[in-house]
């Protein structure tokens, strides 16, 4: 059995869970490639007779480049396959819209695995608020060893049915999907040009190559966000406003958060923002 398995990862998290879920079917006798889809293509399907497929949830959704990537996989045809997922406060039914996406284009995933992952969502920094600072931990890595093992040998089964979100943030959920961001939030990106300095760092760090910079070095987005807030989050003089920064997203990360502190289950930091540079509280 050949194994290839695509996954995006921007900080790193499914990137550490790709690798033990390739480990766990290595140890089975198998063989697993897998490939980021931030920094390579994908290869061909031809010569792999299992898929994999891994993704943080972004917006309580899958991200835009991951259903891409899926719907953009040549000779997609009909052999084993599965799903992981990284997260880092609530997944909702993301796992569910992979598997949806993974079905439409022809895949029948017959397992998934679920990891939380450190969130460096920039609208929870902005709020103070560092969710899952230490996941992937040893034993979500070692679980996910055993889940690459079982899907080459068992296969492990989908949950029957996952409950929707609550409605706050299934209207989130909504929001955040692939047609509002591609019809209207990707254009909303303001530059401040007063404070750019031109550092092409912006650039440099964004997951789907959708910033160039214009002749006089500053900063130009195009049309192939997903969304990811990292151009934002990094600027090293604040020099990005992206919709995260608008009041009315205030108020509901401002919500979100709140119920992040509350719960027992979440682990969180105490943050600063400031210059691109994430402190934490001693
Ligand atoms: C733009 C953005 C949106 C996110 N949205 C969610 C979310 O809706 N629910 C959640 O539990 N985690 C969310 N996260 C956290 C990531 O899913 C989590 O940190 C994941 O492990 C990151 O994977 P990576 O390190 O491989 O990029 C979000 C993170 C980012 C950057
Ligand atoms: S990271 Fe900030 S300062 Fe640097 S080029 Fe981009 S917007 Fe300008
Ligand atoms: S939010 Fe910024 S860094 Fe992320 S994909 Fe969009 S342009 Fe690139």
Not at 58 to 63: A, H, L, T, W
Not at 145 to 162: C, K, L, N, Q, Y
Not at 163 to 190: A, D, N, S, T
């Amino acid at each position: 059995m050949k194994c290839l398995i695509i996954y995006y990862s921007l900080t790193n998290s499914t990137a550490l869970i790709a690798e033990n879920v390739a480990e766990g079917i290595r140890t089975s006798g198998s063989d697993a490639v897998i490939c980021n889809i931030k920094d390579e293509a994908p290869p061909e399907l031809d010569s792999f007779d299992m898929l994999g497929i891994g993704t943080p949830v972004y917006g309580f959704n899958v991200p835009i480049n991951v259903l891409e990537c899926i719907e953009g996989l040549s000779n997609k045809r009909n052999i084993p396959s599965f799903a992981f997922l990284t997260y880092g406060t609530y997944a909702w039914n993301a796992g569910e819209l992979l598997k949806k996406a993974m079905i439409t284009s022809g895949f029948k995933p017959n397992g998934w695995f679920f990891s939380h992952g450190a969130d460096y969502f920039l609208g929870y920094l902005k709020k103070g608020c560092f969710a899952s600072p230490n996941h992937p931990t040893e034993e979500e890595k070692e679980a996910a060893r055993r889940f690459g093992h079982d899907m080459v040998t068992a296969g492990t089964g989908w949950p029957e049915s996952i409950q929707p979100p609550p409605v706050i943030y299934r209207i989130e959920q909504i929001f955040l999907g692939r047609r509002p961001i591609r019809l209207y939030f990707q254009k909303k990106f303001k530059l401040n040009k007063d404070k750019c300095i031109r550092c092409g760092i912006c650039m440099k760090g964004c997951p789907s190559k959708n910033i160039s910079l214009n002749p006089e070095g500053f900063p130009v987005w195009g049309r192939n966000c997903i969304m990811c807030l990292s151009c934002e989050l990094h600027c090293p003089k604040e020099a990005i406003v992206s919709p995260i920064s608008w009041p009315v997203m205030n108020l509901i990360m401002k919500y979100n958060v709140s119920h992040i502190l509350k719960d027992p289950d979440i682990e969180k930091l105490k943050v600063t923002l400031h210059n691109g540079k994430i402190e934490t509280y001693k």
